[in-house]
């Protein structure tokens, strides 16, 4: 048993700072989408660049809601406040979404 909860355990700390890895742009691939957003930044998550952002419907991809964008350039973080309305663009493809084209109004 404790030998089964020490493996549990290991595996749990991988996963976790696998998660906490910061992507770099060039990880995420080409965009096989493009869409417009329209958001207010509730929160900044600065240790992995996530921008929690409440969206008004994002095409045919996303209706209105709260969620979690990664911004993977440090440049276009870097202009998200909080409380701030933003336009920007959403990139999709298979396995990943991401904001780039940051501007704040």
């Known amino acids: 048993m404790v030998q089964r909860r020490a493996w549990l355990v290991a595996l749990a700390a991988l996963a976790w700072s696998c998660a906490k890895k910061q992507r770099n742009?060039?990880?995420y691939g080409q965009a096989q989408k493009t869409y417009p957003l329209r958001g207010r930044v509730l929160r900044l998550r600065p240790d992995d660049r996530i921008?929690?952002?409440?969206h008004e419907k994002i095409g045919d991809w996303m209706d209105a809601m709260t969620m979690e964008f990664p911004?993977?350039?440090?440049e276009e973080f870097g202009k998200l406040k909080?409380?701030?309305t933003i336009r920007a663009t959403v990139n999709v493809n298979d396995m990943y979404y991401w904001l780039t084209a940051v501007s704040v109004e």
Request: overall charge negative.
């Open 25 to 27: 742009p060039a990880d």
């Open 71 to 74: 911004v993977p350039s440090p």
């Open 82 to 84: 909080e409380r701030s």
């Open 51 to 54: 921008a929690v952002i409440e």
